[in-house]
């Protein structure tokens, strides 16, 4: 069974660093994308970065500039480093991966259980 486990979150002040990162974790044959997504109190989820297997990335232009995504592929493993944050950045984050199984190689969409980022001003 595929999981995806993130670690990472906390509080920080505003202007400071966090990364997170994201383990997909069980029998994978492949990974098509990982990426953030995050939700803030009474907001709609939003998409923060993704980054596809042949290393390209996406980000929401709010975050541009100040958060970089990247993977390590041979861990199955996914990074947001967020840097310069600010307060708006406050809201739970979300790992979210298009992984095969090795039960029958389709693409699944997983998503993990979120992790809290709180940027104090």
């Known amino acids: 069974q595929v999981q995806l486990v993130e670690s990472g979150g906390g509080l920080v002040q505003a202007g400071g660093s966090l990364r997170l990162s994201c383990a997909a974790s069980g029998s994978i044959f492949s990974i098509d994308s990982m990426g953030w997504y995050r939700q803030a109190a009474e907001k709609q989820r939003e998409l923060v970065a993704t980054v596809y297997s042949d290393s390209s990335t996406t980000y929401a232009d709010s975050v541009k500039g100040r958060f970089t995504i990247s993977r390590d592929n041979a861990k199955n493993t996914v990074f947001l480093q967020m840097n310069s944050l600010k307060p708006e950045d406050t809201a739970v984050y979300y790992c979210?991966?298009?992984?095969?199984?090795?039960?029958?190689?389709?693409?699944?969409?997983?998503w993990g259980q979120g992790t809290q980022v709180t940027v104090s001003s």
């Open positions: 979210n991966g298009y992984l095969a199984p090795y039960s029958d190689y389709r693409v699944y969409n997983y």
